[in-house]
C-alpha cells in the first residue's frame, strides 16, 4: 500500500497510525479506534461533491482490471494482440469464470508501479487496444460466451502514432460492432470513465458502476481548460459538478443500470470486500441475461441507447418530448 492520502481524508491518517500502532499492543484500545475511524469514514464519505469523487477514482491504490480477475475470478487464460499491429498492455482481454458462469474479461490496466504505468500509458488505450478487445469479443461471440468488461481510463491514447494507427475508427467500430454481439454484454465503470475511451469497451446490455467512479464526456480539467482557459481547484471542482459525472449523476441521467457500493472509505481500504460486492453484481446480471434470444438481446440494447437522446423540455406551460438522435 502506498502512504499517499486524500485530502478531505487527512484527519484519518493519525488514526490509522493509532490503529496499526494498538493492535499489537492494546486490541480492545484498537478496537474502539477503529469504530471512531469507521464512523468518520462514513461521515466523509456520504456526500463526497464530484471533484473529491474524481480523486478517489484516482487513488493509487484503488483496484485495476487485473486485481479484480485475481479475486473475482477463476482459470483466467489471457489473450493477447489484436492480430493486426501489436499487443497493447492498456487492455487486459482473456476468458475466465466467475461464479456460473464462462466469460470473456475485458478491462482496461492502469499500471500499478512506474514501469507498468508507463507500460499501460496509464490506462489510455491504443487502437490496437480497442482492435484486441473486439477481436476477443467476437471470440467470445463465436462460442457464445458473455463478455464483461471493466471500465477504467481517463480515455483513449492522443498521441500522433495512436491517430496514425486510426485511434477514432477503431473506437468507433467497437461502438457498432459491440452494438451487434449475439451474447450478453456486461459493463462496469470500476474508476474513471473518460470520453470515447471508456465508451469504446462499454456498449452494454447492463452498465454498472462502482459508487465512487466517475464516467463522462471529458475529464474535469479538460473541461476546465476548454470554459475557463485555465485547470487549477476551483475551475476543476466547477467543471466536475457541471459535468454531472458521479454514479449518482449517471443513474439519475439513466446511463447506467445500478450503483455498486464499495467498502467503507472506496475500493481501495478494501479491494477483496469490493470484489465481491462487484462479483455478485455481474454475476446477477449474467444471471437475468444468460439464455436470452439474441435478436430480443439486440434490440433491447438498442433501445436502450436510444434513450439515452431523449429529454423532457417545458415551455409554457406546455411539457414536450425531444429525440436528441433523431
Known sequence: ???????????????????????????????????????????LYKDLDSWDTVRVARHPDRPQT???????????????????????????????????????????????????KLACHFGC???????????????????????VTLVDT???????????RGQAEAIAVNLREMSRLRVPIVSV????????????????DRVGMLEFAW???????????????KANDETTRAAAEALRLTAKD??????????IPESLGGAHRDPEDTARRLGGWIESSLDTLVG??????????????????QFTEQREGVTEQTDATA
Open 154 to 164: 481517463p480515455g483513449a491514447y492522443p498521441g500522433i502514432g495512436a491517430e496514425e
Open 250 to 259: 449517471n443513474l439519475s441521467l439513466g446511463v447506467i443500470d445500478e450503483i
Open 292 to 309: 436470452t434470444d439474441p435478436d430480443t438481446l439486440l434490440n433491447a440494447r438498442y433501445e436502450r441507447f436510444r434513450r439515452l437522446g
Open 189 to 204: 465503470i470500476i474508476g474513471e470513465g473518460g470520453s470515447g475511451g471508456a465508451l469504446g469497451i462499454a456498449v452494454a
Open 1 to 43: 500500500m502506498s502512504f499517499y492520502q486524500l485530502e478531505f481524508e487527512r484527519e484519518i491518517g493519525p488514526l490509522d497510525e493509532q490503529i496499526r500502532s494498538a493492535e499489537e499492543t492494546d486490541p480492545a484500545s484498537a478496537k474502539v479506534l477503529k469504530k471512531e475511524r469507521d464512523e468518520r469514514l462514513a461521515a
Open 125 to 147: 488505450a491504443h487502437p490496437e487496444g480497442y482492435r484486441k478487445a473486439l477481436a476477443k469479443m467476437k471470440l467470445a461471440e463465436k462460442y457464445g460466451v458473455p463478455v
Open 66 to 116: 487485473r486485481d479484480y480477475i485475481r479475486l473475482m475470478c477463476r482459470d483466467f487464460a489471457e489473450l493477447h494482440g489484436d492480430r493486426r499491429f501489436g499487443d497493447d498492455p492498456a487492455i487486459v482481454t482473456g476468458f475466465a469464470r466467475l461464479g456460473r458462469h464462462k466469460v470473456m474479461i475485458v478491462g482496461h490496466q492502469k499500471g500499478k508501479d512506474t514501469q507498468e
Open 215 to 229: 464516467y463522462s464526456v471529458i475529464s474535469p480539467e479538460g473541461c476546465a481548460a476548454i470554459l475557463w482557459k
